[in-house]
């Protein structure tokens, strides 16, 4: 499928809702999950797309459209900030990613993209040029692939209690 | 995890909202994409999902229930049928899989089991015994799987568009 943001805009609209369709309300016991030391559990998930949201795609894609290559993204630290005092609920960290990304959702579509801008250019620290359109389409992928993370943490978690099946669910050792 | 029918019921309850949420009226440019020749679109997966609560869950719960593994299961076609007459769209699949869904859950709770029923064996033609808290674990699992799936088959779509990002989402190439 080539890049279209008429394709794209549904998408991205709805990642807060799925999020939420999946684990508002849940027990702790699964939106604390993790495959295992150093990975990440579904809170942790939604924290990281609350950071991306507020340093990563809007904010690169304006330094493309405002400065070209000429001026190198911020390099993007991919762990959540640390975050003060008492620990977010889960309801509460789905509510700021549903409120920043309508809000970036809005910006978005206040530049009314062309065909042009979105073939400008950007620098990213590691990858050297990339068009807005990669960012873009980065944006949908990066949600999706941490929608798919999800639904593959808290599936692990039976992983010894499906018995035999476990040979038919390669999700659970992937 | 061990499996608890207490922890299991939420997520079992959601998955007809987590599909609805990420499907429900995208453009069938995502809901009829594949991952390639042979493989199944969101809509295809949605339809397997359904065709599983008919002749999957329930009805081996139940064989187990009544039978033990003295009667084997019967052997479950992971294709769904061919529908006769026009296709049903997305958001008719969807509501039928809520409905049926919620059908099983209800007769779920009406068994009201117990350890001593959860622990109770039937016959699986290739793997053997397996317990019903197997079966009802692999459940779970099984929705969580066809999840992550969903996301990837979308995501993958942009497994081009993406540029250079590609290295960072393996899951465009799982």
Redesign the interface.
């Known amino acids: 499928?080539?890049?279209d943001l008429s394709?794209q805009i549904?998408?991205l609209e709805?990642t807060p809702?799925?999020l939420?369709?999946?684990l508002d309300?849940?027990?702790s016991?699964?939106t604390d999950?993790t495959e295992g030391p150093e990975t990440w559990s579904p809170y942790v998930i939604v924290g990281h797309l609350v950071h991306c949201e507020r340093v990563n795609w809007v904010p690169r894609a304006r330094m493309i459209l405002e400065h070209g290559p000429a001026r190198p993204f911020a390099p993007f630290d991919r762990e959540p900030p640390p975050r003060e005092g008492a620990r977010q609920t889960l309801g509460d960290l789905l509510d700021e990613f549903a409120g920043v990304r309508a809000e970036n959702l809005a910006t978005l579509a206040s530049w009314r993209l062309d065909e042009r801008q979105l073939a400008l250019e950007g620098l990213?620290t590691e990858?050297?040029r990339?068009?807005l359109?990669?960012?873009l389409?980065?944006w949908?992928?990066?949600d999706?692939?941490h929608?798919?993370?999800v639904?593959?943490v808290?599936?692990k978690?039976?992983r010894e209690?499906?018995?035999?099946?476990r040979?038919f669910?390669p999700?659970?050792d992937?």
Chains 1, 2 share one sequence.
């Open positions: 499928m080539n890049f394709a549904p998408l709805r809702a799925m939420r369709a999946m309300g849940l027990p016991e699964w999950a990213h990858f050297g990339v068009t359109s990669q960012l389409a980065t949908v992928a990066h999706l692939a929608v798919a993370q639904a593959r808290m599936a978690q039976y209690a499906v018995g035999p099946w040979a669910l999700i659970l992937r």
